[in-house]
């Protein structure tokens, strides 16, 4: 069994910032894509940031200039250091990340729990 237990949301005031860490335990042979998602009230969920297990990035173009991510390989954790908030980057951050959790079975996608991103106007 896998987990994705994601810490550090909460509420910032525009132009602060803020920094989520996605941790996943359980039976991991090896990771390869990691990533951050949001999904704000009446709206889909969209891709915020991704990064492969090299450390190649992309990010939506909201974001670019403002969020970097990054990971640990050897914690199997993801981070998202979001700076500069802005009041539409409100919404629940959900990490995900691509699994192989038996050596001979393909990876899958996992997804944390969501925490919640306040930006007041």
């Known amino acids: 069994q896998v987990q994705l237990v994601e810490s550090g949301g909460g509420l910032v005031q525009a132009g602060g910032s803020l920094r989520l860490s996605c941790a996943a335990s359980?039976?991991?042979?090896?990771?390869?894509?990691m990533g951050w998602y949001r999904q704000a009230p009446g709206n889909q969920r969209e891709l915020v940031a991704d990064i492969t297990s090299v450390g190649s990035t992309n990010y939506a173009d909201s974001v670019k200039g403002r969020f970097t991510i990054s990971r640990d390989n050897a914690k199997n954790t993801v981070y998202l250091q979001m700076n500069s908030l802005k009041p539409e980057d409100t919404a629940v951050y959900y990490c995900r990340s691509e699994i192989r959790s038996v050596a001979v079975l393909p990876t899958r996608d996992y997804w944390g729990q969501g925490t919640q991103v306040t930006v007041p106007s």
């Open positions: 359980g039976r991991i042979v090896s990771i390869k894509s």
